[in-house]
């Protein structure tokens, strides 16, 4: 009993300590639309390879992913959602180190450790609750930073879309991946199919509608995915809902959203759900598998 009595003190303690790695919620920055993104040589190729995806996606993901959001409850998905985003925050803050941004990797830190231990292994995003941003950094990202050019743009079969500059990245995002340093074979493709699962099923409704509702999808997707990825790189990342503590102000954006643009009220007059909604809304669109950043099968 009191080894137990012990261990919640440390707990609230710590709880206590890390809430005060809190900051303020960034403004929300608005989306790059002015600059030539990445350009399309490939165009052919890339479109025949958006039709695989979105035929492999129909008969097969698809068809998985929603056995999985019967079988598995929305408390257990957001759990096994939690702690795979969570695995990936160290990687977040050696990034932002590279970029120079210490603060934003002392942010990461304190989020990682909050929620690996109160939040039990990330089950529970506890970080969001004191107010920790979070941030998604990638190498893709610090090479931008450092000026590497994003070159052409290219969509892989079943890896989705992509650039040449993050195609050179990725291996060492997948070194960094903690699960790659699983060593036993059977138990590493088990968990990163879980993750890829999670994935299919937190985005499949959204590939039914820019399907169902863009005149060309493809250019959709593309144009999407490399507008949020030039964003991300230029420190414009949608913040998540979630991590945006009740009751905070929220910055105006510097290029306002069509959404909120031609909404009733001005922007400085929306309240923190309206505006939250907007941004969730347009972040939930861009973050498709379709238009991912990461090196997961897609569609």
Known sequence: MKKYLMGCVAALALLGSFGACAQEVLPVEGIVDDVVLASDPLEGFNRRMYRFNIATDKYLLKPVSKT??????KPGRSCVRNIFENLGVPYT??????????????????????????????????????????????????????GVPA????????????????????PVDFLADPLSRITNIRLRNSVKGLQYLDKFSEWSAV??????????????????????????????????????????????????????????????????PELSQVQADQALVIDSPAVSTELVPMP
């Open 93 to 146: 803050a050696l990034n932002n180190i590279l970029q120079g941004k210490f603060k934003a990797a002392g942010q990461d830190l304190c989020r990682f450790a909050l929620n690996s231990t109160v939040g039990l292994g990330g089950c529970f995003n506890v970080a969001a609750k004191v107010g920790l941003p979070e941030h998604e950094e990638d190498f893709g990202q610090t090479l931008g930073v450092w």
């Open 207 to 272: 590939i039914d509608m820019v399907d169902g509702l863009a005149i060309d999808p493809y250019a959709f997707t593309r144009d999407g995915w490399l507008q949020r990825r030039e964003t991300q790189v230029q420190d414009g990342d949608y913040f998540k809902p979630s991590d945006v503590p009740v009751g905070a102000p929220v910055a105006a954006p510097t290029a306002a959203p069509a959404d909120v643009a031609s909404a009733t009220l001005p922007v400085e007059q929306r309240t923190l």
């Open 151 to 170: 070159g052409s743009f290219v969509m892989l079969p079943l890896l989705g879309p992509t650039t040449v500059r993050d195609l050179v990245a990725k």
């Open 68 to 73: 999985y959001e019967k079988v598995v409850p």
